[in-house]
């Protein structure tokens, strides 16, 4: 029992060291970027009410929540994404606010999945939400942060692929397909599901020609050619204003110098239920999944009692340092003047007011008796943690 103490559960993990420095450093990084834009600081309750991210909210499935019970007999759950507790404040303290508003949090969110095994269920993120705004200009700030984001850590070689849940669920309308369908298709494609997409298209009651136009939805990814190919399937409204918005889009960020690293994907759909628009993702070698998603989710806030368009994404940042290792991008670590004070039974108080002197001018001082270890032994570990001895 006392061995099984002393280690985490599966999925969660300790910090420390230089591994917690650098993790610190590159959060700082982050949100000193993100502050540059405008954002401020928020910062929501690690547990909410279950209900915040169940039901019409479209987070993730129940069982893959942590909950608890309150004294009150309330259901409790560990946060599995920011979105939803920001909205719930958005919509509690800024009800009748219509400027846009500009939050950045940091925290860990939870998530009790066992779908991919050695993958952590604490994840400390970093994010920001756009509300009150459901302009291009958003989107564009959104995709614009995302490639400083990453190249503020060193990464060079990524890729954002944007898609626009608008193009689907155009397509769904223009023939047809009830909402228990589309949620289905909605995860197969998302997926790259191809024999589950057929599947559920041979059981509706649609012409041949609209099932080979759903099947070929997760082949539609590519530059911004596959957008004009895409055009060439739908004659609806609403689809065709979302391919129109994603050129836009791309129109803006080319102007920006960003294009290199935009590429699309008309099958990204989210298994978030929540978003509504524009969704991305970016990726980079050394990493099978996103390292930052989001999207727009203009209907999320009115389950709250606001009605406001909005736009975000997070960051991943125990898997952004993961890929930083992999791709042996070097996060230097300024090193701190630091100084180890010997002190013997005679200069005991001496030691006491170097110390407080070195403190008051902002190093660090640690004090230690020169016998308590021995020469040998103290002077390594001295040498170990970079201080200079002072005797």
Known sequence: MENKLIHTPEGVRDNYGDELKKKLKVCSTLKTLIGRYGYEDIKTPTFEFFDIFSGNIGTIPSRELYK?????????????????????????YFTEETMPLRFCYVGSTFNNSTDYQGRLKENTEIGVELINDGSED????????????????????????????????GLCGEYGIDEENELLLREMINDKNYFGTRDILDSLEISDDVKDIFSRIPELFGGIDILKEAESYVSNGRAKDALKRLVSIYGMLEKNGVADYIS????????????TGIIFRAYTYGSGDAVIKGGRYDNLLSEFG?????????IRIDQLLSILERQKIDISLEKDESYLILYNSKNRGKAYEQASKIRKAGKRAVIMNETAYGKEKTELFAKDRGFTIIR
């Open 264 to 275: 699309f994907d008309l099958g990204m759909l989210s298994k978030y239920n929540y978003y």
């Open 68 to 92: 608890f019970f309150d004294k009150e007999g309330n259901t409790l759950a560990l946060r599995p994404d920011f979105t939803p507790s920001i909205a719930r404040a958005t919509a509690k």
């Open 306 to 314: 606001k009605k406001a368009a909005a736009v975000g994404f997070c």
């Open 138 to 169: 958003a989107d564009v700030e959104m995709i614009l942060m995302t490639v400083e984001a990453l190249i503020s850590c060193g990464l060079k070689d990524f890729q954002i692929s944007i898609g626009n849940l608008e193009f689907f669920k």
